[in-house]
C-alpha cells in the first residue's frame, strides 16, 4: 500500500476504498477483554471510516476518534447516530501529540490496522501508557507479516515487532482473529534501562564513532539492531586513516541517508571500555545541524530508525548498546542510571569567536545595558556585579534572539515552549538577574549552586565568585542542560559544572551538608524542600521566586539555626519549576468558564453553590483606602491571604466571556474570599484628584451569596487595617521544617506547605506606639 501522508490516505479515502471490515472474531475478543465500564471513556486511533468507534459506542463507551486523513473523517461524522455517537477529531499522534484530545486518560485505546503504519512506535507507546486510567486496555489488532503478500508487508507487523509491543506491561496476551493479531496489554510494568553489548567484533573493530543528532523538538535519534536487538545510535568504525569527524559524517549518511558537514561535528570526549577482552575506543561526536529524513538504508544491520524523548532513555524497555550509552551520558551526564564502567577523557573545549561586527555592536549593547542597570539602581556601580555584566556576553546564551531585544535590560526570553505553548525555560531579565545575585551576596571563592539552568545567569555567579570560586547549575530538563553546557563552554565558562536532575532533591547529592554558601533559584518554586535548607551553611543565602497564595515574590533568605529568615520581596514572574514536586492550583470554572477561581494555598473552599450565589444581588462596600495608579499593592495581597487563611482565592473573568456581572481587573488576579456559600473580591475603581488630574484607585469589595454583607465587611476591615497598620511594610518571613509543632513556632500567620511551614509576622505602626496586634 505504502501510504505513509495525510494526503495519501485522503485521496485513499476519498476514492471510495476502505478496509476489512469488523469481523465477528474481533467483536467477540474485545466483548472479551475490553466490556465498557459506566462512565468508560474510549479512543480509537486511525479510526478510518468509524467503524470500530461505532462498535465500541454501541458497547457503552464515550468514544473519541482521530484520524489525520479529513475524508475518513467526513464519512465517519455523516455516520454517527445518536445511539453511535462518537466525537471525532483530526490529529497526527506523531507530529501534533496527545496534548489536546477532549479527555486526558481513557479506558481503552485502540489501534485497528494502522499499528504497523506508526513510526516511532516507542515514544508513541509511552506516551500511550500516560493516557490510560489505572487499569485500562491497549487493544492493538494488527495484519501479520506470514499471512500478507511481500508487497503488502508495510500493512503487517513481523513476530518481533509483535514481541517488541508486548514488552513493558505486567499483563500482555495475544489472541486470534480470524487471522489478525489481536493484542491486549494492560499495567505498564516499571522498566529500568539496561545496557547489552552485540557480540564479539571483528580485530579491526577497535576504534570508530557514535553520533548524537537531535531533531527539532530535542529528540534523540536511535536505531534498532536488526541482529542484537539493541538500540544504538548512528555511527561506526573509522576507514583507514579516517578521523573520527569524517567517520561520524559518513556514517550518519551511510546508515540515516542524513547528511552533514564536518564542520557542524563536534568532537566532546573519547571513551575506552573493552569488549570480549579487546579495547575498544569510541568518539563522542555531536552534529548540530543536518539535513533529510532518518531511513532505513542498512536493513541487515539496522530494522528501523526512531526519534526519542530524553526523558524517556532512563526507563527504555530494550537495552542500550553500551557504547551508545556512554555517548549519551558524555552530553547528558547523570540521565542514564548504572552505567558499565568506562575511561572517559574529554576534549578540551575551545571558544567559539563570533564575527567581529557582531561582537562590536553586541558590546555596545552590553555597556548600554549595563548602564540602565545601574541608573535605575538594579546593582551597585564599582562592583564585581556591574563587572560582569559588562563582561558576560548574554546574546550568546540567546541564539536567534535580536541582540537589542537580548540586551534589554527589562525584558526575560523564552526559550523553550510546550506544544501548546507555554513556557518551560527562559532566560530571565538583566534587572532580575542583577538583584537576585545582589541579594545572594556573594564573596570570591564562594560554593553557588543554581537550581534552573541556562547558562547566562551561572556565568554571571562564575564571574563574581572568582577562580576559586564553585558553580553547579542543576536543571531536570535534558535539552536545557546540553544547551547551557555548550553555550558556558563557548563562551569560555566550562568551570560552571551542569548536572542534570531534579533541582529538588540533587544538592542533597552534589554537595556536602552545610557547605552552600548560597543558593540561588530561576525557577517558580511552590515549596522550599529540605534539600535546599540542609546543604546551606549557617548564614548561607538562598534566593528564591516563592509562590504564595497564587502571587511571586523573589524572597532572599538567610539560614539562621536551621531556620530561613527573609524580609524583603521583590515581585516577578518564573516559569514554574518542573518535577516530581510540582503542584498545581486548585482551579474552579463558574457560569460556563466566565469566572475562574483558583486556590494556591490552603483548604480549597466549596465551590459547588457559587454560581447561585452569583445570581444573587451584589453587596458593595468602598473603603476610602487610595493608592496611586503607578504604586503596585502586591503587600495588600498579602495581608489579606494571611489574615483570610482558608477561603482565601484568586479570581479572574474572561474577557471573550465577560458578561460584566464581575468586575474585571487589568493585568492581575483579584484577592477572593469564598465561604458560607457566599463571594467576595478585591476591586479598584479610578479617582481624579483635583487640579493635577493625577490617577489613584481606591480599593472596594463586592461580593454576592448568603452571606455577601459579612463576607464584605470582613475584607473591606482588613483593607482598611492594612492602611492604618501595615502600609509600606513587608511582614519577616520564616521558614521552618514540616514537621514543626506549633507550639514551637513564634507567634505568626502560618501558612502550611507540603514539605515547609511558613510564618509570616507583621509589625505594625501602632504596635510601635503600644497597640496591640491585629489578631
Not at 561506526?236 to 559518513?250: I, Q, S
Request: charged residues 25%.
Amino acid at each position: 500500500m505504502g501510504h505513509t501522508t495525510p494526503g495519501e490516505w485522503d485521496t485513499h479515502y476519498a476514492s471510495g476504498k476502505s478496509f476489512r471490515p469488523l469481523g465477528d472474531a474481533e467483536r467477540r475478543l474485545l466483548a472479551e477483554h475490553a466490556p465498557a465500564a459506566p462512565g468508560g471513556l474510549a479512543l480509537d486511533v486511525g479510526c478510518g471510516l468509524g467503524e470500530l468507534a461505532r462498535h465500541l459506542a454501541a458497547g457503552g463507551y464515550q468514544v473519541d476518534a482521530i484520524d489525520y486523513a479529513p475524508a475518513a473523517l467526513a464519512q465517519a461524522e455523516a455516520l454517527n447516530t445518536a445511539a453511535t455517537a462518537v466525537t471525532y477529531r483530526p490529529a497526527d499522534i506523531e507530529r501534533d501529540g496527545l496534548d489536546d484530545l477532549p479527555h486526558p486518560a481513557y479506558d481503552l485505546i485502540t489501534f485497528r490496522l494502522s499499528w504497523a503504519f506508526v513510526r516511532d512506535r516507542t515514544r508513541i507507546v509511552n506516551r500511550l501508557r500516560e493516557l490510560l486510567r489505572p487499569g485500562g486496555t491497549l487493544c492493538v489488532i494488527t495484519p501479520l507479516s506470514e499471512a500478507v503478500p511481500d508487497s503488502r508487508q508495510d500493512i503487517a507487523l513481523d513476530e518481533e515487532e509483535i514481541g517488541l509491543l508486548q514488552e513493558g506491561w505486567t499483563f500482555a496476551e495475544r489472541h486470534d482473529a480470524d487471522g489478525l493479531a489481536f493484542v491486549v496489554l494492560r499495567d505498564p510494568a516499571a522498566t529500568r534501562v539496561t545496557c547489552a553489548d552485540k557480540g564479539r567484533p571483528a580485530a579491526h573493530a577497535l576504534t570508530g564513532a557514535g553520533v548524537v543528532v537531535t531533531d527539532s523538538a530535542g529528540r534523540i535519534l536511535l536505531g534498532r539492531s536488526t541482529r542484537r536487538g539493541v538500540w544504538e545510535l548512528p555511527g561506526g568504525k573509522n576507514d583507514g586513516d579516517e578521523d573520527f569527524l569524517d567517520a561520524a559524517v559518513r556514517e550518519l549518511e551511510e546508515e540515516t541517508g542524513l547528511r552533514a558537514d564536518r564542520a557542524d561535528a563536534r568532537l566532546s570526549a573519547l571513551l575506552m571500555d573493552s569488549v570480549h577482552g579487546i579495547p575498544r575506543v569510541t568518539a563522542a561526536v555531536r552534529v548540530t545541524a543536518f539535513s533529510g529524513e532518518p531511513a532505513v538504508t542498512e536493513p541487515h544491520l539496522l530494522s528501523r530508525w526512531e526519534w526519542h524523548e530524553l526523558t524517556d532513555l532512563p526507563a527504555l524497555a530494550q537495552p542500550l548498546f553500551t557504547p551508545s550509552a556512554h555517548v549519551i551520558d558524555t552530553f547528558w551526564p547523570g540521565l542514564l542510571p548504572d552505567l558499565p564502567p568506562v575511561h572517559r577523557y574529554p576534549i578540551a573545549p575551545a571558544e567559539v569567536p563570533e564575527p567581529a561586527q557582531q561582537a562590536l555592536e553586541a558590546a555596545a549593547l552590553r555597556q548600554a545595558m549595563a548602564d540602565r542597570l545601574l541608573a535605575d539602581g538594579r546593582m551597585d556601580a564599582g562592583g564585581t556585579i556591574e563587572a560582569a555584566v559588562r563582561r558576560v556576553p548574554r546574546h550568546r546564551f540567546l541564539p536567534g534572539v535580536a541582540l537589542d531585544e537580548a540586551h534589554d535590560a527589562y525584558r526575560a526570553p523564552v526559550t523553550k515552549r510546550t506544544v501548546r505553548g507555554a513556557p518551560t525555560s527562559s532566560v530571565s531579565a538583566p534587572w532580575l538577574q542583577a538583584e537576585m545575585i545582589r541579594d545572594a551576596a556573594l564573596r570570591p571563592g564562594d560554593t553557588v549552586v543554581e537550581i534552573g539552568s541556562g547558562g547566562y545567569n551561572a556565568a554571571l555567579v562564575q564571574e563574581v565568585v572568582g577562580p576559586h570560586g564553585t558553580v553547579i547549575s542543576i536543571d531536570i530538563d535534558p535539552w536545557v542542560t546540553e544547551r547551557a553546557h555548550r553555550f558556558l563552554t563557548e563562551t569560555g565558562y566550562h568551570r560552571v559544572r551542569v548536572h542534570l536532575g531534579d533541582g529538588e532533591q540533587a544538592p542533597a547529592h552534589l554537595v556536602a551538608a552545610g557547605s552552600v554558601d548560597a543558593l540561588v533559584v530561576t525557577v517558580e518554586a511552590r515549596d522550599i524542600p529540605p534539600a535546599w535548607v540542609d546543604c546551606l551553611t549557617e548564614g548561607g543565602r538562598l534566593v528564591v521566586p516563592l509562590r504564595i497564595h497564587g502571587h511571586t515574590w523573589s524572597i532572599p533568605f538567610t539560614k539562621r539555626g536551621g531556620v530561613l529568615i527573609a524580609d524583603t520581596y521583590t515581585v516577578c514572574g518564573f516559569v514554574p519549576l518542573q518535577g516530581p514536586g510540582y503542584r498545581g492550583d486548585v482551579v474552579t470554572r463558574l457560569r460556563g468558564g466566565e469566572i475562574t477561581v483558583r486556590f494556591a494555598d490552603g483548604t480549597p473552599a466549596d465551590t459547588s453553590r457559587l454560581d447561585a450565589a452569583l445570581d444573587m444581588p451584589r453587596t458593595e462596600r468602598w473603603t476610602g483606602v487610595t493608592i496611586p495608579g503607578d504604586v503596585p499593592f502586591d503587600m495588600l495581597l498579602l495581608w489579606l491571604a494571611n489574615h483570610l487563611g482558608d477561603g482565601f482565592a484568586r479570581l479572574a473573568v474572561d474577557a471573550d466571556l465577560d458578561t460584566g456581572l464581575l468586575h474585571r481587573s487589568g493585568g492581575w488576579d483579584s484577592a477572593a474570599l469564598i465561604r458560607d456559600d457566599s463571594l467576595a473580591h478585591l476591586l479598584t475603581r479610578t479617582l481624579v484628584t483635583d487640579g493635577c488630574g493625577t490617577g489613584v484607585a481606591e480599593f472596594g469589595i463586592h461580593a454576592h451569596g448568603p452571606h455577601a454583607d459579612a463576607l464584605a465587611d470582613a475584607m473591606a476591615d482588613l483593607v482598611v487595617a492594612w492602611d492604618r497598620e501595615a502600609r509600606n511594610t513587608s511582614p519577616r518571613l520564616q521558614v521552618h521544617p514540616a514537621d514543626s509543632p506549633d507550639g514551637e513556632l513564634p507567634h505568626g500567620h502560618i501558612l502550611n506547605k507540603p514539605r515547609s511551614r511558613l510564618l509570616f509576622t507583621w509589625t505594625s505602626r501602632t504596635r510601635r506606639s503600644g497597640a496591640s496586634d491585629l489578631r
